[in-house]
């Protein structure tokens, strides 16, 4: 696979499994994340423990990762971060915009008991972070890229305790399809079902590392027709791949 792809909150959960999916399939895959420690151990590891996050970043290897500390809550961090993978990697292919925080408990975070610094703070990662983090991705797009924001049921669904949190994933969705209008990239949702991270709080839900073929398929074979604008999910993927 001769693409570069692009992770933010990929230190974890999700954004972790996909950066590894796509590694493994050949990418190059720049992943980023609000501590710079655990980017660095994330690469080590995706790199199979080769060599330090910048020792990685145009190499040779069929499937390389290469990181940066990267706050979304701050645009310039982004500019910087996309400047980098293109001068080294070339235009982007595929961006996931998986960053995003919980400040509470999942299930056990009324929306009526959220402080105002919480939602500020939430909404400036989930939300208003899906939105620099696109933009400042387009100066630095491939001509056919796809840009995924990852969401779930909590975006359109009422749920007890979700909080500010369900909030920003119903902002960030607007965001995409905000996008998805007015840029030539495909921009879509995608939502993986129930998946076991520290954001939703389920540990019987599925392991992260299930969902990740759901977002290379979204980001590679799904029709950019299909994503552009719109949420692709399980039913999608499995109709398509059986």
């Known amino acids: ?19 590894r999916a796509f590694v493994d399939a050949g990418a190059f895959v720049a992943v980023s994340g609000r501590d710079g420690g655990a980017v660095d151990r994330t690469v080590a590891e995706l790199n199979g423990n080769a060599g330090d996050g910048d020792d990685a970043i145009g190499g040779d290897t069929e499937g390389t990762a290469w990181g940066a500390r990267v706050d979304v809550r701050d645009e310039f961090d982004l500019e910087r971060f996309f400047e980098r993978v293109a001068r080294e990697s070339g235009p982007v292919d595929v961006v996931l915009a998986n960053a995003a925080v919980f400040h509470g408990t999942p299930g056990g975070s009324p929306t009526d008991g959220t402080a105002y610094r919480e939602f500020d703070d939430t909404m400036r990662t989930n939300a208003r972070g899906v ?27 009422s749920k007890e305790g979700m909080g500010a949190y369900a909030v920003s994933k119903a902002a960030a969705e607007a965001v995409a399809r905000g996008f998805a209008a007015d840029v030539d990239a495909a921009v879509g949702v995608v939502d993986p079902g129930l998946v076991a991270t520290d954001l939703t709080g389920m540990e019987r839900a599925r392991d992260p590392e299930s969902a990740a073929p759901l977002f290379v398929w979204a980001a590679t074979d799904a029709s950019a027709e299909d994503l552009n604008g719109s949420r692709l999910g399980l039913r999608e993927w499995k109709a398509a791949t059986r």
Do not use: C
Request: charged share 15%.
């Open 1 to 19: 696979m001769d693409q570069t792809v692009a992770i933010t909150g990929a230190t974890s959960g999700i954004g972790r499994a996909v950066a």
């Open 131 to 157: 939105f620099a983090t696109i933009r400042e991705a387009i100066p630095h797009l491939a001509e056919d890229a796809r840009v995924i924001v990852p969401s779930g049921s909590v975006a359109h669904e």
